[in-house]
């Protein structure tokens, strides 16, 4: 078995993620083979990754996609064993090792977790086959003691694998040390035995100004502090992982190109835009409940989701659905992937109740066809060719449902050699179940072009690896990383 270390957190969003993505940069750039693992992960952004022996892919989070990008690995179910998909405020889709597992209540899945722990085991000895180094991710935080006796993601997980822990504590959100000495002082002595050391994140200004506030950390809890990190300006530059970023995101400035993107309920994959973000002439604006869509924006783009009739539903009481017809109306265009593809039909229909209580909802009707769920779900990388500028594609797709209809007679893509999509007769609204669309710099910059943005084209890609390099450099030079790597066992 390959040498590991954890990452575990004083709470959610402390930058788990892009610490680990960025350890595993530094390790690879150390000539080590390493590869990341998140026992389990809560996120509607979700990766296609290998099954190993199966043809078809499963899903993982988001994050592990990102951190075996890091690895210079493909990546695998066994990265991420237990995804949690939420599709209401109390429920969630549980996949395990890449496949539906089925639903579970919160409360259902506290029960549920005792069964998962086999299939966490089982992927995390093979995760490190044939690796130097395994780094693992948390979630959440060791201190909810409540949730302890049927614990999967942290030191449940930890004391059961034997892994060594660094505890991360976020100073940008304040309280940094009390967070970790009271981590320290809740834990029972068993979990507190795993903790090596810690780290403090998101600092911003002078980091000699906290010297006093490590003293202080160390004194506390006994913890050597491997370093203070500052604040990663890189990590904007790296796919969304969750929706928690979208919570604090800020419109920029004047640009050539404004896209409105409504923040759905179940927003899913919506990193689908991170792509148009990183071209200097385009400004993307997500919009929350209870704001109308802006009336100068040239392209409304619907992404996806989890509960396609829910989110539905949801936009018609936000009023988005006047504001797209108005869009519209206006000679705006508008384009939808994946769930956000089936609200611009005509309707949504979910006979088997395969996604919330409702059956029927009817659609946008910005487009010309109509989606009925199946319960088998689609879930694969594929190769693409987009049919209006006949420039290659890339992508994977992950939804349930079929969608037809007459304007499917104007694929976007062709999808393996077969039609996907569908376009308006006016040519301004399409939709796509290809997510990773906007990936491909060619067809990027093509489809910017049209809407007046000259000069994109980005090698977005080169530039994700660019801002995983940087990292690396960064935690190089502010971490241990010596000490950190050498804990391992």
Known sequence: MARAIMLQGTGSDVGKTVLVAGLCRAA????????????????????????????????????????????????????????????????????????????????????????LMAAVLDSWGKVGEGADLVIVEGAGSPAEINLRPRDIANMGFATRADVPVVLVGDIDRGGVIAALAGTHLILPEADRRMIVGCIVNKFRGDVSLFDEGVAAIEKFTGWPCFGVVPWLKAAARLPSEDSVVLERAAAGGKKALKIAVPMLSRIANFDDLDPLKAEAGVEVVFVPPGRSLPADARLVVIPGSKSTIGD?????????????????????????????????GRTVRDPHGIESGATEAEGLGLLDVETVMEPEKTVRNVSARSVAFDVPLEGYEIHLGRTAGPDCARPVALVDGVADGATSADGRVFGTYLHGLFGADGFRARFLQELGVAGAGIDYRGAVEAALDEIAAELEACLDCDAIFGLAR
Request: hydrophobic share 35%; net charge positive.
């Open 312 to 344: 539905l539903i949801r936009l018609r009481e936000n009023g988005w659905d006047r504001d797209l017809e108005e869009h519209h109306a206006r000679g705006g265009h508008v384009v939808g992937i994946c769930g956000g593809y089936q609200m611009l």
């Open 28 to 115: 690879r750039r150390r000539g080590l083979v390493v590869r990341p693992f998140k026992p389990q992960n809560m996120s509607n952004n979700a990766a296609v990754a290998d099954i190993p022996g199966e043809a078809q892919g499963g899903e993982i989070g988001r994050g592990q996609w990102l951190q075996a990008l890091a690895c210079g690995a493909a990546p695998t179910v066994h990265m991420n064993p237990v995804l949690l998909k939420p599709q209401t405020d109390v429920g969630a889709q549980v996949v395990v090792q890449g496949k539906v597992f089925g639903q579970a209540g919160a409360r259902d899945y506290q029960d549920l977790k005792g069964r």
